[in-house]
């Protein structure tokens, strides 16, 4: 059981942003650290030593995309979800709520359309049907695969997630949007919490029925959405939760963030945890939203952002994003970013990514997601760096400084 921990290191004046060390049965992570996310057991079109070799110290893997294929049992054979995958080191798999009431929706996590006035417990995107039903028991839905139903429940999310055998694991939760109403969070949180009881009691039997495989960590997830009370409220009976001793070991902040309270948001629930229990939140990776998180005292983070956009061609650089497929590009001899350590850009030009872009060729988002990878691993190393130096307020102004000026 003593094979995951987590200690505190370097605070921020506020007492709640710091650094720390993550320990885990398939090594350390230190934080705050970016978490690669590899959704199908695969961080798309790299290989798991180009992840190693831009930095990622984990990597995070989903549990509704390996159960429906190519099923959670068959990982389960192969090892758990490092070996099957290759990935000798720590690794995450989230509970797979998210994926499964977010179904057909054709909702995101952080929403972008405005959403004064259209408080609604059934709203979903034009166009779409929603395809998952959630109640006190748990969620059926309709794979995108192929039709079938399934259904998810603590008990079999739980399950699920022992099979994949990662060292992080999040608890079930119900996931909600910025366009439920406030009588509906209420509720959703009261089923949320009574899901994270019933999930530390499975984890607990699962635990002593695989007690010869590594220890997986379970962490609570808080949601509440934009709600103060709520937040703090889900927060403190998380924490305060155990079942036959069996508590969290760490926490996800989960559900729908606007970007302009995301720091507030943190803090508040940063503020109602241990301060000796990992944080997690699930979902960001622009630099601006790094720096309130870390500041706001989240530890680690995933996000599937950096490698998508590299996929189409957007290249993150200290001075910005820009799109290396565009005609200005097309000649330029320079690497993706000057300055920067990357494999990439160590060995290749713009001229070139952009000629396999044009080309569609496939070592184009090889290349790309090498590059964005690495960058956003450095940038979270950095504001590790930062923290420790005691510089984090003058680095956050300068870097912010000089990314949001920057226009290619
Ligand atoms: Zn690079």
């Known amino acids: 059981m003593a094979e995951f921990g987590f200690t505190p290191g370097a605070v921020l004046p506020n007492g709640l942003g710091r650094t720390g060390v993550i320990h885990t049965p398939h090594g350390d992570i230190q934080t705050p650290a970016f978490i690669a996310v590899g ?8 290989l798991p030593e180009s992840v190693a070799g831009v930095g990622a110290q984990a990597v995070l ?7 429906l294929q190519p099923g959670s049992d068959l990982v389960d054979e192969a090892g758990g979800l490092g070996a099957f995958m290759n990935w000798p080191g720590p690794t995450f798999t989230d509970s797979g709520g998210f994926q499964v009431m977010s179904l057909g ?17 059934d709203v979903i995107a034009p166009g779409k049907n929603r395809l998952a039903h959630v109640d006190d028991e748990g ?19 739980m ?62 997830v808080v949601q509440g959405a934009q709600y103060e009370d709520l937040r703090r409220k889900a927060a403190r009976d998380l924490a305060e939760l155990d079942v036959d001793g069996q508590r969290f070991d760490g926490f996800g902040i989960g559900g729908a963030l606007e970007k302009e309270n995301l ?64 005609a200005k590009h097309r ?61 984090f307020e003058e680095f956050r102004d300068a870097y912010l400084g000089r990314f949001y000026s920057g226009r290619r």
């Not at 959704?39 to 790299?46: E, L, R, S």
């Not at 909702?107 to 405005?114: G, T």
């Not at 997690?280 to 622009?286: F, M, V």
């Not at 872009?357 to 070592?363: G, N, P, Q, S, Y």
């Open 39 to 46: 959704t199908k057991a695969t961080v798309k079109a790299v």
């Open 61 to 67: 893997a989903n549990a509704y995309h390996l159960y």
């Open 105 to 121: 929706v054709g909702f995101k996590k952080v929403l972008a359309m405005d959403t004064a006035g259209l408080a609604n417990d």
């Open 139 to 157: 969620v059926t839905f309709t794979s995108h695969l192929n039709g079938d139903q399934h259904r998810f429940t603590p008990e079999v999310s």
């Open 159 to 220: 399950r699920i997630q022992h099979q994949l055998g990662a060292d992080i694991m999040f608890a079930f939760d119900e996931c909600t949007t910025l366009m439920n109403t406030r009588g509906y969070q209420e509720s959703s949180l009261e089923r949320t919490q009574a899901w994270a009881v019933r999930c530390l009691a499975a984890h607990a039997e699962l635990t002593a029925e695989r007690a010869d495989k590594p220890y997986q960590a379970l962490f609570g």
């Open 263 to 326: 720091g507030t948001i943190v803090s508040w629930v940063a503020e109602e945890l241990p301060f000796d229990k990992p944080r997690h939140l699930l979902g960001i990776s622009e630099p601006d939203d790094f720096f309130a998180a870390i500041a706001a005292g989240a530890d680690t983070f995933d996000c599937v952002m950096p490698s998508r956009v590299a996929r189409n061609a957007a290249i993150y650089t200290a001075d910005g994003r820009y799109n290396v497929n565009t």
């Open 331 to 391: 000649r330029s001899f320079l690497p993706l970013e000057e300055g920067c350590d990357c494999y990439t850009c160590t060995h290749y030009t713009r001229a070139y990514l952009h000629h396999l872009f044009k080309a569609k060729e496939m070592l184009a988002a090889t290349l790309a997601t090498i590059h964005n990878e690495r960058f956003t691993v450095r940038l979270v190393d950095n504001i590790r760096d930062s923290i420790i130096e005691g510089r």
